[in-house]
Structures are given as C-alpha cells and as structure tokens.
C-alpha cells in the first residue's frame, strides 16, 4: 500500500475566506488567473510560472499531470516526429562543429526558431545534446541584444535563455550559468524600474524683518 503524507493546501483562515467569498468571486478569481496567463504573460514569463507551480505539486498530482501531458501531446506527435529525432541526435563524428559566432547566430530569426524547436522537443536525459546547444547560448554582450533589437527579438531571446536554465537535460552548473546570463539578458532588455519620487526637503528661509523706529520730533 502506498502511504504518502499529502501536504495541506490550504489553511483554515483561507477556507473562511473562500466561504465569505461564495462560489461567484472564487470562479471570477480563477477566469482572471486565466486571463492574466493566457493574455498578459509572455512566452517565457508563462513557461516559467508554469515550471514554478509543477515544483510546488506532490508526486501523486505530478504523475496524474504527466499523462494529461503525455495525452496531450500525444495529438502532435506525428508532425514533430522529425524534428524531435533531429534535436535529439548528434552529427556523424562526435558533438558537432563548435559554432563560428553565437552571438551573430543568434541574431538571425532562423538560428533563433530552430534553437527554440530544439529546445523544446529535447529529451529530458540527453546530456550530449544539451551539451551541444549549450554552447549556442553565450553571455550576453553590448552587440547581444543588439540595441535596436526588435520586441519579437528580445521576446524570442528571452525564451531560448529561459528554456535553457528549466530544462533538465542540462547539468546543474549549466542551468546556474544559464540562469546567471538570463538575469543578464532581462536587466539589458527589460527597463529598470523608475526609483521612487522623494521629496526634496524644504528650503529654510529666514524671514529678516526690518525694524523702522520712529522718532517723534523734539519740541522746539
């Protein structure tokens, strides 16, 4: 028998406030959940949220999730098949040619969608070639991003670094790396944030008021 000690989601001041809420609120609360996923997060944004919330899963849901992903994607699994043997086989003669430029490389929209392809379609275990594409993902530089970069190209950027630094086929030490030059990547791509207006001290200004006497004539 498997025993398994289920973590407790919610706590009791939360169920009160469920039940306060109603069954209206609760629905309305998720449908925005949705909204904000679907509409208001990128690519990248929604794969790593999504990888967050599966870390936060039991291995009994996590299990019963795998096969609704494995139904899933049991529906394209006929066209994919191709590129999935690519992405997962290495050239004749060992790890492939070392690439000329990374950087130039991923500038060019092609280099970058079939980079994305690969990584999405990378078995989980194949450490060679997730050694390979490793190498086509270099620290940023002034020229990475370039400083027109495109809203398309920052977005596609931003979704191969990430990808990477979830992926388990990559070793630790690569996905720290990986992680360390998205964190890069963002700062150089996304605006910092506007430090908060703080208010300039008031000027103290002395009011000097003038005393004026007034002397009253002498008599004769």
Request: proline share 11%; aromatic share 4%; with cysteine.
């Amino acid at each position: 028998m498997l025993k398994m000690k289920l973590p407790q989601r919610k706590s009791q001041q939360h169920r009160q406030q469920e039940a306060a809420a109603g069954p209206g609120e609760a629905l309305l609360r998720r449908e925005s959940v949705y909204e904000w996923f679907g509409l208001s997060l990128g690519p990248a944004r929604r794969l790593e949220f999504a990888c967050g919330l599966l870390g936060l899963c039991n291995p009994l849901e996590l299990r019963f999730l795998g096969a609704c992903l494995e139904d899933l994607a049991r529906r394209d699994c006929h066209y994919l098949r191709e590129p999935e043997a690519r992405a997962n086989s290495l050239p004749p003669g060992g790890e492939g040619p070392q690439p000329r430029d990374p950087q130039a490389e991923l500038r060019e929209p092609a280099a970058r969608a079939r980079l994305i392809v690969h990584l999405a379609l990378l078995g989980s275990e194949n450490r060679e070639a997730a050694a390979r594409l490793f190498r086509f993902l270099p620290a940023p530089t002034p020229g990475l991003p370039a400083h027109d970069a495109t809203p398309q190209e920052r977005e596609e950027l931003l979704l191969l670094y990430t990808m990477a630094s979830l992926h388990p086929a990559f070793s630790f030490h690569q996905r720290h790396t990986l992680r360390a030059r998205l964190e890069q990547l963002r700062a150089a791509l996304e605006p910092a944030p506007s430090p908060p207006h703080t208010p300039s001290p008031p000027t103290e200004v002395s009011d000097t008021s003038t005393t004026v006497h007034t002397e009253s004539p002498s008599a004769g």
